[in-house]
């Protein structure tokens, strides 16, 4: 595809080729007007020339002619009413004629007196001109191609600046003020500096929500663990209950808030180790039940094609997996399935599907789409978006064929081999 650098030069190389050639063209055709008005002139003269001669001596000079054969028919119609002209002839001998009338009683010539000279249409000089327009207009053409793709390449840098500055902006990246800084007054610059302030004024917008989101998950950790403490020693069992069920509610949305801001800083790093597929998945789907409510008995695990060994961080998968079925637990409906093949997990749920905004935008933090998925927080989704970008694995949302809510983890292909088979039994 062209860019636009490509594109300013195409044009202005067209434009100016379309001048050159509408030039070239007036040049030639005023070029060749003024050569057929100097052949008529100069035969005009050579005719009053001859014409004086000829009343004076009687004699015929400078090549005239009485009554030539070949004059041509509007010639010889104008000497006939007793008027002089010029007249360019075609055919095989083009000639430039010069005629008038001689003797007579004055209303009608008695004869015609004219003379005439080759004109050719391939003139050396017109050739000469033709070849120095096209010189001329192919070097201009060309010369203005450099001196645009020059002026383009310095306008499609400066926008690819501007361009890969919002970019960074929305990969959450500080902006890089020396490459947008500019002094310029043109339309560029403007351009340039506005995404400066703007990516200067978004970045210190998001560092300031991160740290307030850190900061206020810090604060809320210390209280949070002492009501949690304190639930404990109530008397009555149901207040215990309520108190205990609302206090882990709140510690793991304190958690889920340090995971975020964590996430967000851009501090998490993956610690990779090779482990087997099917194996981390089922463990991980025990391990579910404990720690977000996720029946394991809805929740079936399948292996297609051959087991594999991967290279991923193990923490950070079962952190992923264990949103995924939480959110498919409490807003979907059951069975929920789990397919592992390959280095791709998907965990399918037979509830109302994600909502159509989530699919398209991925999920966001505090936003819990549809109602007719439940309530909640809506930072697991986030969390499991945000672990799987430090994974570098794929994480897509979308409907099961058969309906319901789809998620695929697709964890990266590096160092992934297929599990060997144990060996048989001697």
Same mark, same amino acid.
């Not at 509830?351 to 998925?373: K, M, N, Q, S, V």
């Given at each position: 595809?062209?860019?636009?650098?490509?594109?300013?030069?195409?044009?202005?190389?067209?434009?100016?080729?379309?001048?050159?050639?509408?030039?070239?063209?007036?040049?030639?055709?005023?070029?060749?007007?003024?050569?057929?008005?100097?052949?008529?002139?100069?035969?005009?003269?050579?005719?009053?020339?001859?014409?004086?001669?000829?009343?004076?001596?009687?004699?015929?000079?400078?090549?005239?002619?009485?009554?030539?054969?070949?004059?041509?028919?509007?010639?010889?119609?104008?000497?006939?009413?007793?008027?002089?002209?010029?007249?360019?002839?075609?055919?095989?001998?083009?000639?430039?004629?010069?005629?008038?009338?001689?003797?007579?009683?004055?209303?009608?010539?008695?004869?015609?007196?004219?003379?005439?000279?080759?004109?050719?249409?391939?003139?050396?000089?017109?050739?000469?001109?033709?070849?120095?327009?096209?010189?001329?207009?192919?070097?201009?053409?060309?010369?203005?191609?450099?001196?645009?793709?020059?002026?383009?390449?310095?306008?499609?840098?400066?926008?690819?600046?501007?361009?890969?500055?919002?970019?960074?902006?929305?990969?959450?990246?500080?902006?890089?003020?020396?490459?947008?800084?500019?002094?310029?007054?043109?339309?560029?610059?403007?351009?340039?500096?506005?995404?400066?302030?703007?990516?200067?004024?978004?970045?210190?917008?998001?560092?300031?929500?991160?740290?307030?989101?850190?900061?206020?998950?810090?604060?809320?950790?210390?209280?949070?663990?002492?009501?949690?403490?304190?639930?404990?020693?109530?008397?009555?069992?149901?207040?215990?209950?309520?108190?205990?069920?609302?206090?882990?509610?709140?510690?793991?949305?304190?958690?889920?808030?340090?995971?975020?801001?964590?996430?967000?800083?851009?501090?998490?790093?993956?610690?990779?180790?090779?482990?087997?597929?099917?194996?981390?998945?089922?463990?991980?789907?025990?391990?579910?039940?404990?720690?977000?409510?996720?029946?394991?008995?809805?929740?079936?695990?399948?292996?297609?094609?051959?087991?594999?060994?991967?290279?991923?961080?193990?923490?950070?998968?079962?952190?992923?997996?264990?949103?995924?079925?939480?959110?498919?637990?409490?807003?979907?409906?059951?069975?929920?399935?789990?397919?592992?093949?390959?280095?791709?997990?998907?965990?399918?749920?037979?509830?109302?599907?994600?909502?159509?905004?989530?699919?398209?935008? =991925?999920? *966001?933090?505090?936003?819990? %789409? /549809?109602? #007719?998925? @439940?309530?909640?927080?809506? $930072?697991? +989704?986030?969390?499991? !978006?945000?672990?799987?970008?430090?994974? =570098?694995? *794929?994480?897509?949302?979308? %409907? /099961?064929? #058969?309906? @319901?809510?789809?998620?695929? $983890?697709? +964890?990266?292909?590096? !160092?992934?081999?297929?599990?060997?088979?144990?060996?048989?039994?001697?």
């Amino acid at each position: 595809m062209m860019g636009i650098r490509g594109r300013i030069a195409l044009a202005i190389s067209c434009m100016t080729a379309l001048a050159v050639v509408v030039l070239g063209f007036a040049v030639h055709h005023i070029a060749g007007n003024e050569r057929e008005r100097s052949a008529r002139a100069y035969q005009d003269e050579r005719l009053s020339s001859a014409l004086q001669i000829y009343e004076r001596d009687g004699t015929l000079a400078l090549g005239a002619q009485l009554d030539d054969a070949t004059l041509p028919p509007p010639l010889r119609a104008a000497v006939f009413h007793n008027r002089s002209g010029t007249y360019l002839s075609g055919g095989d001998d083009p000639r430039v004629w010069a005629a008038t009338g001689v003797g007579g009683d004055g209303a009608r010539p008695a004869r015609s007196l004219s003379v005439s000279a080759a004109y050719p249409s391939d003139d050396p000089a017109q050739l000469a001109l033709d070849r120095a327009l096209l010189i001329a207009g192919c070097g201009t053409v060309v010369l203005m191609a450099g001196v645009s793709w020059f002026v383009a390449q310095r306008l499609s840098r400066r926008l690819r600046l501007s361009a890969a500055a919002a970019r960074r902006i929305a990969a959450g990246e500080p902006p890089d003020a020396d490459a947008l800084a500019s002094n310029g007054r043109d339309e560029v610059a403007e351009l340039g500096r506005s995404v400066h302030h703007m990516a200067t004024s978004l970045a210190a917008r998001v560092e300031a929500e991160r740290e307030f989101t850190a900061d206020v998950a810090h604060e809320l950790r210390t209280p949070v663990a002492g009501l949690v403490a304190a639930a404990e020693l109530l008397p009555q069992r149901r207040a215990v209950e309520m108190v205990q069920d609302r206090a882990q509610a709140m510690r793991r949305l304190v958690e889920d808030l340090l995971e975020v801001s964590r996430l967000d800083a851009g501090v998490e790093r993956a610690d990779l180790d090779a482990c087997e597929l099917p194996s981390l998945v089922r463990g991980i789907v025990t391990r579910a039940a404990r720690q977000r409510g996720v029946d394991d008995l809805s929740v079936s695990v399948t292996v297609e094609g051959e087991p594999r060994i991967v290279e991923t961080d193990r923490r950070r998968v079962e952190r992923v997996l264990v949103n995924l079925l939480a959110n498919a637990a409490k807003h979907g409906k059951p069975p929920i399935e789990v397919v592992v093949a390959g280095s791709r997990i998907v965990v399918r749920d037979h509830g109302p599907g994600y909502p159509a905004e989530l699919c398209a935008e =991925g999920p *966001r933090r505090f936003r819990t %789409a /549809a109602p #007719e998925r @439940g309530t909640g927080h809506g $930072l697991g +989704l986030t969390i499991a !978006a945000g672990q799987a970008e430090v994974l =570098g694995a *794929r994480l897509d949302f979308g %409907a /099961a064929a #058969e309906g @319901g809510a789809e998620a695929v $983890l697709e +964890l990266p292909d590096r !160092a992934v081999v297929v599990a060997p088979e144990p060996a048989a039994a001697p």
